[in-house]
Nanobody
Framework: QVQLVESGGGWVQPGGSLRLSCAAS????????MSWYRQAPGKERELVAA????????NYADSVKGRFTISRDNAKNTIYLQMNSLKPEDTAVYFCRAVSLREGYWGQGTQVTVSS
């Protein structure tokens, strides 16, 4: 059974930091590219950051470049999203995604709220 379980979301003040985790199971983690998406109320889901199976050449949305860092630990079947200098516009549900050439999976999401 494939599972992607996000954790680490919550409430933080502007300028603060959070670290999201996504624990994967039920598939060969190292063979999948991993990414983080987010969806704010009333908006479409958007790509935040992506990382290949070998953790080479991460990609970031322009809105998070220099503030967010995606990483993966293939030994723990886990990816992370370190989020620094958070802004109110970062408020959204954050989703983990695993993609191979043939299939893709989504996590259930974790809420991140940035407000004072």
């Amino acid at each position: 059974q494939v599972q992607l379980v996000e954790s680490g979301g919550g409430w933080v003040q502007p300028g603060g930091s959070l670290r999201l985790s996504c624990a994967a199971s039920g598939f060969t983690f190292i063979g999948y590219a991993m990414s983080w998406y987010r969806q704010a109320p009333g908006k479409e889901r958007e790509l935040v950051a992506a990382l290949t199976s070998t953790a080479f050449n991460p990609n970031y949305a322009d809105s998070v470049k220099g503030r967010f860092t995606i990483s993966r630990d293939n030994a723990k079947n886990t990816i992370y999203l370190q989020m620094n200098s958070l802004k109110p516009e970062d408020t959204a549900v954050y989703f983990c995604r695993a993609v191979s050439l043939r299939e893709g999976y989504w996590g259930q999401g974790t809420q991140v709220t940035v407000s004072s």
